[in-house]
């Protein structure tokens, strides 16, 4: 079993920048691939980013990429999403989320992700 808890979230004008992390419980999760999910309010869940297990492989939502950079740091069970010229488009509940199976890719696949957080709030204003 593995526990996330996600912090960092915040108001932020456009432009600015926020750095989320995901903190993880559980000695297993260094080899679990992680995924960021966002909601908008009102929309569905939707793709963001997410790392391989041993984080040598990222996937982006082409509406990020280019501004937003996952990393993962295994020795402190955490994943961060550093977001970077932030926009009100990006408003919205971030969740990290863990893929049960062990030494798995990245995916875009929400279906594929087990283990979720309880979100954290990033607001954009312009």
Known sequence: QVQ???????????????????????????????????QASGKERE???AISWR????????VVKGRFTISRDNAKNTVYL???SLKPEDTGVYYC????TAYSRASYSLNEYKYWGQGTQVTVSS
């Open 4 to 38: 996330l808890v996600e912090s960092g979230g915040g108001l932020v004008q456009a432009g600015g920048s926020l750095r989320l992390s995901c903190a993880a419980s559980g000695r297993t999760f260094s080899s679990y691939a992680v995924g960021w999910f966002r």
């Open 82 to 84: 550093q977001m970077n």
């Open 55 to 62: 984080g040598d492989s990222t996937l982006y939502a082409d």
């Open 47 to 49: 793709f963001v980013a």
């Open 97 to 100: 989320a863990a893929r049960p």
